[in-house]
């Protein structure tokens, strides 16, 4: 483990908690980096925790807060402290952070840990940012994030790949204004009922609805371009909701299995954070060897084939008359409390979650050598 430069006070290395954001997903972000904080080692680490409010204003804690949530359990507390700035130019590829209202010092982290779930936080937006500042940062990089977090874009390289996955149509905001009956005939011929209807760039089932009927698919459809300017209606299978947690940079490797037993309709926001026996986990999931096997070996080879490095939650449909597996979808940022099911499934694995942590750290301060030897000049 790589330690603080010369010239801190400290030999501890010092990571920044981002978390918060401009996001759907803004309230599980304060529970997945509570627990985070919770967890990291502060024989090893420094932390700076620091909030993005609604409106994706900066803060920089004086120190992490956490409190109660009815919905969430223990969340870290989002104190609005100043108005901060990133200095992308702070030397020895450290992120700086100032005060603009010259209140307090500037702030410097060593490694960045953004636990910043949905837009502008697992869709490459954030990752651009610190690639620019030549910070290290925990988790996929921008190409692996922006795809990962695209439905379309994924399922389309996914598909090419030779990965299965679930028959789909997309549809963009302006199309269904214009043509709204076009798109529920071309919707009702090439994927029949039921069929789930979800904004492409959002994670945690927000605006994922479950049509079952015809007349139920415009108010669904309006309901999700809420979301987002462009929606996927995705073929509903009777299914198995298997997951597979991913690790590594040029050599990932794959976790036992879990499977997500639902007791609302589907696994929706609800029943993953709002209600508290909205779902079981089995862990690992009762499947034979061979099957589980050929489930985790596609998790890999999907995760590789979206550009992922670092980590990601794979997710498939086992379907239940068959035992056909489909890949789902890929997070990239996936939820990060302690009864989260990546961290569960690497636990479950062998690897507890305040080493997990360890080795993402290590993970992000590896890809970020290889990053400066790059050549960015001609000679």
């Not at 996936?334 to 989260?340: I, R």
Request: hydrophobic share 40%; charged share 25%.
């Amino acid at each position: 483990m790589r330690q603080a430069k010369k010239g801190n006070r400290s030999s501890r290395l010092k990571i920044g908690i981002l978390y918060g954001g401009r996001s759907g997903e803004h309230d599980v972000s304060l529970c997945s980096a509570a627990s985070v904080v919770g967890a990291l080692d502060p024989k090893k680490y420094q932390i700076v925790a620091v909030g993005i409010d609604r409106d994706g204003r900066w803060h920089v804690q004086d120190s992490p807060r956490f409190v109660s949530s009815k919905a969430f359990g223990r969340i870290l507390s989002l104190q609005r402290n100043g108005l901060w700035v990133v200095n992308q130019f702070e030397e020895q590829n450290r992120l700086c952070l100032r005060d603009l209202k010259g209140g307090k010092k500037p702030v410097t982290v060593d490694v960045v840990f953004p636990v910043l779930h949905g837009t502008y936080g697992e869709d490459g937006t954030l990752q651009g940012l610190l690639e620019l500042a030549r910070v290290p940062y925990v988790g996929v990089d921008v190409a692996g994030a922006a795809v990962g977090m695209d439905k379309d874009l994924s399922k389309r390289l996914l598909a090419q790949a030779g990965i299965p996955v679930v028959p789909w149509m997309t549809v963009g905001h302006t199309t269904w204004i214009a043509r709204p009956e076009r798109i529920m005939q071309n919707a009702l011929k090439q994927l029949g009922l039921p069929v789930f209807v979800k904004p492409l760039c959002t994670g945690s089932s927000v605006g994922v609805v479950k049509v079952t009927q015809k007349s139920e698919l415009p108010q669904a459809l309006d309901y999700a371009f809420q979301f987002d300017t462009r929606i996927m209606i995705e073929q509903g299978i009777d299914c198995r909701e298997i997951e597979c947690a991913v690790l590594g940079n040029d050599e990932p490797v794959a976790s036992v299995l879990g499977e997500i037993l639902p007791r609302h309709d589907f696994y929706s926001y609800e029943a993953k954070y709002l209600d508290p026996e909205g779902a079981e986990m089995n862990i690992p999931a009762k499947l034979p060897a061979r099957l589980a096997g050929a489930i985790r070996a596609c998790a890999v080879a999907g995760y590789s084939a979206l550009n992922c490095n670092a980590m990601a939650r794979v997710d498939f449909f086992l379907e239940k008359a068959t035992n056909r597996f489909y890949l789902n979808e890929i997070n990239t940022l996936p939820g990060f409390t302690s009864v989260s099911m990546y961290p569960k499934l690497w636990e479950a694995t062998g690897l507890p979650y305040s080493q997990l942590l360890d080795r993402l750290i290590e993970l992000a301060l590896e890809r970020h050598r290889r990053k400066l030897a790059v050549r960015t000049d001609v000679p």
